[in-house]
Every structure is written in structure tokens, then in C-alpha cells.
């Protein structure tokens, strides 16, 4: 097993006196031999882990490690979410998105309802969670230091007592994987792979705020889940991403090497379009082009030119525009 020079794939091993065995993920040997953390090791980029026949083992450095690019969408997705690393990173995920999402609320947590979709998401909604409940219990402290010895019974019980406002809100069918299906079925299944619970969402007063562990094409949500929240009748719907925007193609493939269908793409060429900064698209091509006469193409990112000229938030706010369906396909409008 060699690992590449750049370490963008993980591989672990694990070696004892009866076995020697390898996995891309740490958790998975851990569960089947039943040993810790810190028997099971990392394959480091560039090396090679060697069995001969007879059993002798070796790990020899093949390849000379460059410089580390780790896959996120590896981490976010798909790894599992029991490995104890992958696990606190998930979590802090969530835990630092707390602060954006009390300024997209404006600090409203009495009328803010927060759950998560799909449920590999679940881990980064803890973290989430866990930083709202912190802010939380700074401004309970706050308030009840201010009150000196005003305050009875009720008024402390009621300030102690407020909590964050989470529910399960949307229930995915584990056996249908909307993500790794062919463009031709995917929106016809996206419609029938997610249901809500009722009677969580006071019509017309909360917002919901919905965590997703990533946004690709944004099919799902704009087939299937935002329609499906407006059901509930919330205020507002915010939706926040645990994984940063997805503007180039995945090493892993899956069916993420079609740029154009990535939504942040489409934000972008939005953009570019409504300011009238075509020539941007123009300079990109004619550089790929010449790139590709010159047998370079690998020397330099051209797509990074179309993002360029936009900040992280106006390509957040075009994708928002773009994943949310028309209004005469909402209930609430």
C-alpha cells in the first residue's frame, strides 16, 4: 500500500503478531480488532507500507512527502464519524459556525428553532449546539450579576431554564444516497427521500435554522428540503454549511468532476454575468488554453480567476438566491 506525497488520502495500518492490516480509516480497525487509538498508525505521505510473502513487513519512504493537502470533503463527509479525530473536528465545525448564526438571527434564540440534515451532519449540529448554549449561559450570567437582589423565585427559574431550541425536523430514508446518484434519477428521487415532523415550527414566528454538513449542486435543497421546511411555516429558513464552498473538482471523483454543476460555480458565473465582467470567463478560457498547448495545464488553478473578483459572502448570498425555489412553489410566501 503506498500513500501519495501530498497525503490528500488517509491510510492507517495496524501490525501485531497474527495480522497486518490496512484501511483507509482508523475507526474501522479499530472496531474490528477491537484496539486503541494508539495501536493503529498513519501511513505518512510518500511512504509505503511492503508485505512479503513470508510475512516480513517493511515502510519505506517512495515518493518524497510534499507539501500536506489533506481532502476537507474527506474529513466532512466521507469518513466515519466514530473515529475519535474526525469526531472532534466535525464538532468544532459546528461549534465555530455559533457565532455567524447568532448575527444571522440576530441573537433571537426565544423564536429560533436549530436541527440538521442529512445525518452526517449530526456531529457538526452538536458542536453548533454547544456554542449557542455557551453564549447562552454568558448572558444568563449577565443578566441575573445585573439584577443585584431584584429578582424572586419565578424570575430566576424562567432565566435559568431558557434553552437552546433543537428538534429532529427532517427524516432522511438511510437506504437512499441522493448524492452518489446519476443526474437522471436524482431529482425525481431527492423528492421522495426526505419527511418532516410536524407541529416543531410555530407558523409564521420561528426561524428555522438547518445545518448541512455540505452544499455541492444544491439540488437537494432547492428539489427537496427548502420546499419541504416551508411545509412547517417557519419565518425565515437559514440554512449553514459545516463545509466550506465546493469550487473545484473532489479527488475522489463520485461524480464531482462537473464543475459546472457545482453551485458555487453558478454563483459565480451569475455574478461575472450581472456585472458584466465577461471578460473574466474569456481571460480564464484563453489561459486554459494555452496551458493545454503547452502541455501545463497542471501548473496553475484558472479557476480560481472566475472566483477571484467575489468575496466568500456575495458567493454565499448567489447561492442562496439560487437553491431557493421560486415563490409560487412555496406555502408561505
Request: aromatic share 8%.
Amino acid at each position: 500500500m503506498i500513500r501519495d506525497p501530498h497525503g490528500i488520502r488517509p491510510s492507517y495500518y495496524y501490525i501485531n503478531d497474527d495480522v497486518i492490516v490496512a484501511a483507509s480509516e482508523r475507526a474501522a480497525i479499530r472496531t474490528t480488532f477491537n484496539v486503541g487509538e494508539n495501536e493503529v498508525m498513519e501511513l505518512m505521505p510518500g511512504n509505503a507500507l511492503i508485505v512479503k510473502e513470508n510475512g516480513e513487513y517493511s515502510i519505506e519512504e517512495i515518493i518524497p512527502a510534499r507539501e500536506r493537502r489533506a481532502c476537507s470533503f474527506e474529513r466532512i463527509y466521507f469518513s466515519r464519524g466514530n473515529d475519535e479525530k474526525i469526531y472532534k473536528e466535525r464538532h468544532a465545525l459546528g461549534y465555530h459556525l455559533s457565532e455567524t448564526v447568532l448575527k444571522a438571527i440576530d441573537n433571537d434564540l426565544r423564536n429560533t428553532i436549530f436541527s440538521f440534515i442529512p445525518n452526517t451532519a449530526e456531529v457538526a449540529f452538536y458542536g453548533l449546539i454547544k456554542g449557542l448554549e455557551d453564549y447562552l449561559n454568558r448572558i444568563k450570567v449577565e443578566r441575573i450579576m445585573s439584577w443585584g437582589k431584584d429578582f424572586d423565585e419565578e424570575k430566576l427559574n424562567e432565566m435559568v431554564n431558557r434553552r437552546v431550541r433543537i428538534d429532529k425536523i427532517a427524516i432522511k430514508d438511510v437506504k437512499m444516497r441522493t448524492f452518489i446518484t446519476e443526474d437522471s434519477s436524482r431529482n425525481e428521487m431527492v423528492q421522495h427521500v426526505y419527511d418532516i415532523t410536524y407541529g416543531t415550527v410555530r407558523p409564521g414566528t420561528d426561524t428555522l435554522v438547518v445545518i448541512d454538513d455540505s452544499i455541492v449542486r444544491g439540488t437537494t435543497l432547492r428539489e427537496s428540503i427548502i420546499k419541504m421546511l416551508d411545509r412547517l411555516g417557519p419565518k425565515r429558513i437559514i440554512i449553514m454549511s459545516s463545509a466550506p464552498q465546493i469550487r473545484y473538482p473532489d479527488c475522489y471523483g463520485i461524480d464531482m468532476s462537473k464543475m459546472g454543476e457545482f453551485v458555487a460555480f453558478q454563483a459565480a458565473i451569475a455574478l461575472i454575468r450581472e456585472q458584466g465582467k465577461e471578460y473574466i470567463l474569456q481571460e480564464a478560457y484563453g489561459l486554459a488554453k494555452e496551458l493545454e498547448r503547452t502541455n501545463t495545464l497542471n501548473a496553475q488553478n484558472v479557476v480560481k480567476n472566475v472566483y477571484k473578483p467575489f468575496t466568500p459572502e456575495q458567493i454565499s448570498a448567489k447561492i442562496a438566491e439560487i437553491i431557493t425555489p421560486p415563490v409560487s412553489m412555496l406555502k408561505w410566501k
